[in-house]
C-alpha cells in the first residue's frame, strides 16, 4: 500500500491487488516504530494519523524473573519521533488507502486475489488474478510481491528461499485488562517461557512462545494447565485469565525467519515478508516492509515514468535493503537462542539477587540509546525522495 502510494504520487499509474473484502484482520502485532511515523510526517499524513485511535509508548519495559527493566527507551532518539504507536493495522491500511484514492493515477481492487504471473518471454508482464466478477489479467511493466511470507507470486516465480531454522512458534490470544494494571510492559521472561503484553484499549494483545510444533502438546496439557502458566508468568493477568474459553480462543503463529537469495527477475520484485519473513522480535516486520517500500519507491520511479525499467533497477533496491534486513535477523536470531525460547528465562537466577540487580542498573542504561536507534530507526532508515515529495 504504501510503494502504490508514492509510486502514484510520482505520476506512475499503479493498481494495488487485496485478497480479501476489508482490511479487518487481526495481524496482532500492530507496531508503528519511529522510523515509520518520521514517514507520515514526510507524507504530509501525520493529521489523519493521529485520528485514528491508538496507544503510544516511548519506552519499552520488559519484567525479567520478576525484576522490571527498561532496555529501550525512544525518549532517548535526538531526532524525529521518538514514541512507538500501538495501531490496529486495519485502520494503518484504511489510512495509507485513502490517502493514496485521492491520486487520479492509483486503483485499489479489493476482493481479487493474484493467482499466477504473466510473462513476455524470460520476463514478467503482470499478473492473472480472481475477482467476484471473474477472471482478470493485469499487464504491467513492474509487478511486486508484497504478498507475505507465504506468497503465491513468489512461488510462481521461482526464485529461492534461504530458511533459517527457528526453534519456536508463538500463541496469540487476548485477555481484557484487569482492573489493576502495572505500567506498560512488553514482555515478561520467566524460566517457563517468554511472554508478550501488547496494550491496546481495553485489552492486551497476548502472547506465549512454545517449542517449534508444540501446540498439539500444550493442547494435550489442557487449558486449565495453559491459563494457570500465563497466570504464573505474568500475574497481574490472573483474574481474567479465563477469558480463554477455548482453544478457538488462541492463534497459532509459525514463526519463520527467511529471506530470498535473489529478490527480482525481469519485470518483477519482491518485498517485505515475501522478500523476508522477519520474526515477531522487536515487532520491527512492517517497518522494514514499509522501508523496502519507500527505497524502492525512490529508486524506480524515473526508470518506471521514463519506460527503461531494467532488472538492474531492481537489483539496486535489493542491494540498498538486503544488508539492513540480514543484520536485523541475525539480531532476531540471536535473542531465539537466548531469552527469547521456551525456558530462556532459566538462565537468570530467581529471584534476581542484589549483585546482579545492580550490574544490570549499570549495564542497561548506556544500552538505551542504542536499542532505542537499532530499534526505533533500523539499520539503514528511509526518507522518501524529494523528487517524489515535490511531484
Not at 238 to 247: F, I, Q
Not at 279 to 296: C, E, K, L
Request: charged share 20%; with cysteine; aromatic share 6%.
Amino acid at each position: 500500500m504504501m510503494l502504490g502510494l508514492l509510486l502514484a504520487r510520482a505520476g506512475v499509474d499503479v493498481v494495488v491487488l487485496e485478497k480479501h473484502a476489508d482490511f479487518f484482520r487481526d495481524f496482532r502485532g500492530d507496531t508503528i516504530h519511529p522510523s515509520t511515523i518520521d514517514l507520515i510526517d514526510q507524507l504530509g499524513l501525520r493529521e489523519r494519523f493521529d485520528a485514528i485511535p491508538h496507544n503510544e509508548l516511548s519506552r519499552l519495559d520488559m519484567v525479567l524473573n520478576g525484576t522490571r527493566v527498561t532496555p529501550v527507551n525512544f525518549a532517548l532518539l535526538r531526532r524525529g519521533n521518538r514514541r512507538l504507536a500501538l495501531m490496529p493495522q486495519w485502520d494503518f491500511l484504511r489510512m495509507l488507502s485513502e490517502a493514496a484514492a485521492e491520486l487520479p493515477n492509483f486503483r485499489l481492487l479489493m476482493h481479487a486475489e493474484a493467482t499466477g504471473l504473466l510473462h513476455a518471454g524470460d520476463a514478467v508482464a503482470g499478473v492473472t488474478a480472481t475477482a467476484p466478477t471473474g477472471s482478470l489479467r493485469i499487464d504491467a511493466a513492474l509487478t511486486v510481491a508484497a504478498d507475505g511470507r507465504t506468497s503465491a507470486l513468489r512461488a510462481a516465480s521461482g526464485l529461492p528461499v534461504t530458511e533459517f531454522g527457528v526453534p519456536l512458534d508463538v500463541l496469540w490470544f487476548r485477555l481484557p485488562r484487569p482492573e489493576v494494571n502495572p505500567p506498560d510492559t512488553l514482555g515478561y521472561v520467566t524460566p517457563e517461557t517468554l511472554f508478550i503484553t501488547i496494550p491496546r484499549t481495553g485489552y492486551y494483545q497476548t502472547a506465549m512462545i512454545i517449542p517449534k510444533d508444540g501446540f498439539d502438546a500444550v493442547k494435550r496439557d489442557g487449558l486449565p494447565e495453559f491459563r494457570g502458566k500465563v497466570a504464573r508468568s505474568v500475574p497481574f493477568l490472573a483474574p481474567v485469565v479465563d477469558a480463554v474459553k477455548s482453544w478457538d480462543d488462541v492463534k497459532l503463529l509459525s514463526v519463520q525467519i527467511n529471506r530470498l537469495q535473489r529478490w527480482h527477475r525481469p519485470g518483477f520484485l519482491c518485498i517485505g515478508d515475501a522478500a523476508h519473513a522477519m520474526s515477531p522480535a522487536f515487532g520491527v516486520g512492517i517497518n522494514y516492509a514499509i522501508q523496502d517500500a519507500v527505497a524502492a519507491a525512490n529508486l524506480l520511479v524515473g526508470p518506471l515514468r521514463d519506460g527503461t525499467l531494467s532488472e538492474a533497477d531492481l537489483a539496486r533496491v535489493q542491494k540498498r535493503r538486503a544488508r539492513p534486513v540480514a543484520r536485523m535477523q541475525s539480531l532476531q536470531l540471536a535473542l531465539h537462542n537466548a531469552i527469547g525460547k521456551p525456558g530462556g528465562g532459566a538462565i537468570l537466577p530467581s529471584p534476581l539477587p542484589w549483585s546482579l540487580r545492580a550490574l544490570l542498573k549499570v549495564v542497561v542504561p548506556p544500552l538505551r540509546l542504542v536499542s532505542a536507534h537499532v530499534l526505533g530507526r533500523g539499520f539503514r532508515p528511509e526518507r522518501v525522495s524529494p523528487a517524489i515529495l515535490r511531484d
